[in-house]
């Protein structure tokens, strides 16, 4: 157990907006473990009105918040800092001081919620989606064992901490793209959403039969899941220029798992959770089957959804999924 308390600054152009909402939350939730700072390049001189409503909305204290130049922490006598990371574009690609004691570095990119146009309403949801998506990274941060990781490892972290907000896409495939594979995109997308994590799934077919099983739907409906805009596609529409890029593909029947799939665009994480097909099972208790297959798929996802996905390098992600579809 360690009392050392982590020094750490971020850095904005402007130092109005995003790095003032970084250091307000990081001093709240650090629990006199961390001390923030906030400063930049160009400062504007004064916090933006919607950045102090944003953190006095959430209860966070804002007294002596202030626009402020870098060079206040590249002084002599200044606070030596421990990690520094960047949260707007063009302050990640300006030429920084030289920091006393080589912290840890990393970029955290936002767009700007103050650069957001349209009315008051508009405005402030670009500062709360903002203030969402740092909170994330910096919970994520505070979950580190830095005590026990090596420099190196703690610099891997942070920095992958600096992806989380952009959405994993997770590509589900069966054969036909009407029972297994649309459960499991709809518990997917169901648990993500529960949770409130960054998670989308689709799903598709090799050879799609054209129509989603009607068991499959009233299985689905059954616990609660919009199911309006299913439909049984080929995996050929996401492998396109214009396809959204996936990062994790999951084949749930053994003939999807078998066949050639078709080239994946940015080397997804591939893993196989097969299940045994409830279409083929007898009229009678097909309603069951259907039901039973979803809870079974249901828990996978449920585990998917619970992963720290993007904190996982792509070989750790592999572990775990492949971890998942032996339970």
Known sequence: M??????????????????????????????????????????????????????????????????????????????????????CDQAAGEVCPVWPGQPLTAHWGLPDPAAVEGDDETKAQAFRDAFITMKRRIQLMLSLPLSSLDRMAIHKKVKDIGTTGKTTNVLI??????????????????????????????????????????????????????????????????TGPDAPAMHVVITVCDSAAAEQCPYWPGSPVKVHWGYPDPSNAPQDPKAQAFELTRQAIGYRMLQLALLPVEMLSAEELQQALTAVSKD
């Open 2 to 87: 360690t009392d050392k308390i982590y020094n750490v600054l971020f850095i904005c152009t402007g130092n109005s907006a995003r790095s003032i909402l970084a250091e307000g939350l990081l001093n709240h939730l650090g629990e006199g473990r961390f001390k923030a700072y906030s400063a930049g390049s160009h400062p504007k001189g004064a916090a933006h009105p919607l950045a102090i409503a944003e953190l006095a909305r959430m209860h966070i204290p804002t007294d002596g918040m202030r626009s402020k130049g870098w060079e206040e922490f590249a002084a002599p006598g200044a606070p030596e800092m421990d990690f520094v990371f960047t949260v």
């Open 173 to 238: 495939l069966c054969t036909h793209n009407s029972a297994r594979s649309v459960l499991s995109e709809g518990m997917l997308n169901y648990w993500a959403a529960r949770l409130g994590k960054d998670i989308r799934a689709y799903s598709a077919g090799s050879a799609p039969s054209g129509r989603i099983n009607p068991h499959a739907i009233t299985a689905l409906a059954d616990a609660g899941i919009d199911t309006s805009g299913f439909r049984s596609k080929s995996w050929d529409e996401f």
